[in-house]
């Protein structure tokens, strides 16, 4: 399972674009890169997947570079509601079952 | 939009009691999953479900806990002897699919054990 490395917190404000990276170095050929977003007291909620380039959903943008080793979750123009905590997850458990979450990066929006 | 419910939204409970977590999947998903996360800290595979039995289970899910699918719509996760270390946030999940990118998650059970 590859690991993956995202910042702690981030912080922004309401209006702005965020852009989350996430590095990931040892990716397997067939792992996937999902990010999830968990608000305070609620189950994460699946944002956007992705293998390579850019996917893009009415949520936000998942830029994958061709070397896979690192992924950018793009949020445009945020909003107070996307305080939160934002999760990059490479594949999934060796049986495939599974999701397994790192400690995330809270980003925090004010106006 | 369809959504994974949990019930009850709160518990507590009192040290080596038993307790049963209830979630409704969503209904055309065969793959089912429970997580926890204990406060501030990541959230926890705990087992998954599919075809009426177990998939996987993590080193968490030891003798104490269970899972059913007691008919066709619910799924329990069933703590037998509850401890304080038990106190956390309890998700069920469901999926569609087996490769277990998309999970859509119910609004979570906060068991609290004194």
Not at chain 2, 61 to 86: A, C, H, W, Y
Request: glycine share 6%; net charge negative; charged share 20%.
């Amino acid at each position: 399972l590859a690991k993956t490395t995202q910042p702690i917190s981030m912080d922004s404000y309401e209006g702005q674009e965020v852009n989350i990276t996430c590095s990931h170095n040892n990716i397997a050929t067939n792992d996937y890169i999902t990010w999830y977003q968990q608000f305070p007291s609620q189950g994460p909620r699946f944002i956007i997947q992705g293998y390579k380039t850019k996917v893009t959903n009415e949520v936000a943008s998942l830029f994958i570079p061709a070397d896979r080793k690192s992924s950018t979750l793009s949020l445009p123009r945020v909003s107070l509601s996307d305080t939160a905590v934002y999760y990059c997850l490479v594949g999934v458990n060796q049986a495939g079952t599974a999701l397994i979450f790192g400690k995330g990066t809270t980003l925090s929006v004010s106006s | 939009e369809p959504e994974v419910t949990q019930t009850p939204s709160h518990q507590v409970t009192q040290m080596g009691q038993e307790v049963i977590l209830r979630c409704v999947p969503i209904s055309n998903h065969l793959y089912f999953y429970w997580y926890r996360q204990i406060l501030g800290q990541k959230v926890e595979f705990l087992v998954s479900f599919y075809n009426n039995e177990i998939s996987e289970k993590s080193e968490i899910f030891d003798d104490q806990f269970s899972v059913e699918r007691p008919d066709g719509s619910n799924f329990t996760l069933k703590i037998r002897s509850t401890k304080l270390e038990d106190s956390a946030m309890y998700f069920c999940a469901s999926s569609r699919d087996r490769e277990a990118y998309e999970q859509y998650f119910g609004p979570g059970t906060r068991l609290t054990v004194t």
